[in-house]
């Protein structure tokens, strides 16, 4: 059974930071594609970012380029989001995903991923 667990939520200010971390247990870690999602009060859960299960590929939505980064260590079956500049229009539930490619691939659909953590807010504050 593949379960996630994310972490790292919080409250801060505009332009801080935050990292996130999503553990996954279960499966071979090292052939998952990996992406960051979020949902906005009212709003439908949108990608943020995607990793591919070596981390060699990765995609960014418009918003966060150049602020967000993914990345993720096969050893402790973690995949990361590091935020900085965070905003107010930031705020939502992060929740990570992941499903098994046997590519070198992004997955960016939400529809494209298998198993979903129960999410972590973040709420950036002005």
């Known amino acids: 059974q593949v379960q996630l667990v994310e972490s790292g939520g919080g409250l801060v200010q505009a332009g801080d930071s935050l990292r996130l971390s999503c553990e996954v247990s279960g499966g071979n870690f090292g052939a998952y594609s990996l992406g960051w999602f979020r949902q906005a009060p009212g709003k439908g859960r949108n990608l943020v970012a995607a990793i591919s299960w070596n981390g060699g590929n990765t995609h960014y939505t418009d918003p966060v380029k150049g602020r967000f980064t993914i990345s993720r260590d096969n050893d402790q079956r973690t995949v990361y989001l590091q935020m900085t500049g965070l905003k107010p229009e930031d705020t939502a539930v992060y929740y990570c995903?992941?499903?098994?490619?046997?590519?070198?691939?992004?997955?960016?659909?939400?529809?494209?991923?298998?198993?979903w953590g129960q999410g972590t807010q973040v709420t950036v504050s002005t």
């Open positions: 995903a992941a499903t098994m490619t046997y590519t070198h691939a992004v997955v960016i659909s939400e529809g494209g991923y298998t198993w």
